[in-house]
């Protein structure tokens, strides 16, 4: 399906580990497609978890889609469960869950697709090898018809090995969104998210070491980071432009192809605790094109606990270069580490 693209990349004698992902890319742009045609035509039926956060029609389509591209006897750690079909609502959205992956995938049943997207419940592991999904990273701003992306990330024996993401809606050569790929040891790459788009190239972080002349993201929703801490770091380090806020780890995707040098996610509680899938293809992306990210305390991240990022507190990630001054500013306005 992507063959030509492929080939192109693995051209590149330094992206020797890009076979690993050829099902990726390929599962992550037939979900890119069905999304953006979905939010095209928002309106459809959406339910509340119990989180109060909004799952849709297009979070379930996608990752059956992804579920059912990737080698069957691989695991995945995945957001989302099926909706409960006792329910009419419930019935109602598998039912537009199916039809669309057909759109994709014709002659799917739909129990087969119910299953599909039950099959990511892997509960992760510091052994062995499988993938992280967040099939709408980003719900909100899906809703909104502004950013989100589909996130698939590779591990093994608990390190992030390979990650994927499909952006839509993120500016890019062709104006058609785009995708980013990154293997370890193979760097970062862009690739057009239609198969006659541009070739693939590669990717790097911006080259800025004078934190006045930075740029920072943080989440366009702001209820699991710290805006005012933000605002802090920033005028602590001289930034003078205005936040970049957007949805999803689109925001990994800016830092890595050098649209913005930092993205900040200071923890707004004690409590809470990030998910594996809200970052596993992001830090890969972004450590492969030459920057860092750690915890907001300056910690590497750990992806081998489970579905969650149990020993960090907030993410920081930026092109390398201003790392440092970042987390010491981030020093004086956070409180105490706590304890690993």
């Not at 419940?121 to 909104?144: E, Y």
Request: with cysteine; glycine share 10%; aromatic share 6%.
């Amino acid at each position: 399906m992507a063959a030509h693209i492929i080939a192109a990349v693995r051209s590149d004698p330094d992206f020797t580990n890009y076979a690993e992902l050829t099902d990726a890319v390929c599962a992550v742009r037939i979900a890119s497609r069905v999304t953006r045609r979905l939010q095209a035509g928002l309106g459809g039926v959406f339910l509340t978890k119990d989180d109060r956060s909004p799952v849709t029609v297009a979070d379930y389509a996608a990752q059956a889609l992804v579920s059912l591209v990737l080698p069957s006897e691989d695991a995945i750690v995945g957001e989302e469960t099926s909706p409960d079909q006792v329910t009419s609502e419930g019935r109602e959205v598998m039912a537009r869950v199916a039809d669309a992956v057909r759109s994709e995938l014709p002659g799917v049943a739909a129990d087969e697709v119910g299953e599909a997207i039950d099959r990511c419940s892997s509960a992760g592991d510091a052994r062995g090898r499988f993938w992280v999904l967040d099939p709408i990273d980003g719900t909100k701003g899906f809703l909104r018809g502004d950013q989100y992306a589909i996130a698939l990330g590779l591990m093994e024996d608990g390190e992030i090995v390979g990650g994927v993401l499909g952006c839509p809606n993120l500016p890019s050569a062709d104006g058609r969104g785009c995708l980013f790929a990154a293997a370890r040891g193979g760097g970062s790459w862009e690739l057009s998210l239609d198969e006659d788009g541009p070739a693939p190239r590669r990717i790097g972080v911006s080259p800025v070491v004078d934190s006045t002349e930075a740029v920072f993201c943080e989440s366009a929703v702001s209820m699991h980071s710290d805006r005012g801490g933000h605002a802090g770091i920033a005028e602590r380090l001289g930034v003078t432009a205005a936040p970049v806020r957007m949805d999803s780890q689109c925001k990994y995707g800016a830092i890595a192809r050098g649209d913005a040098s930092i993205y900040l996610r200071l923890p707004s509680s004690a409590t809470y605790r990030e998910k594996i899938w809200d970052h596993a293809a992001g830090f890969i992306v972004v450590t492969e094109a030459g920057g860092a990210v750690t915890d907001a305390f300056g910690r590497e991240l750990d992806f081998s606990l489970g579905r969650t990022l149990e020993t960090n507190r907030g993410v920081v990630a930026t092109n390398g270069l201003l790392h440092r001054k970042v987390l010491a500013a981030a020093a004086t306005v956070l409180p105490e580490a706590p304890a690993a």
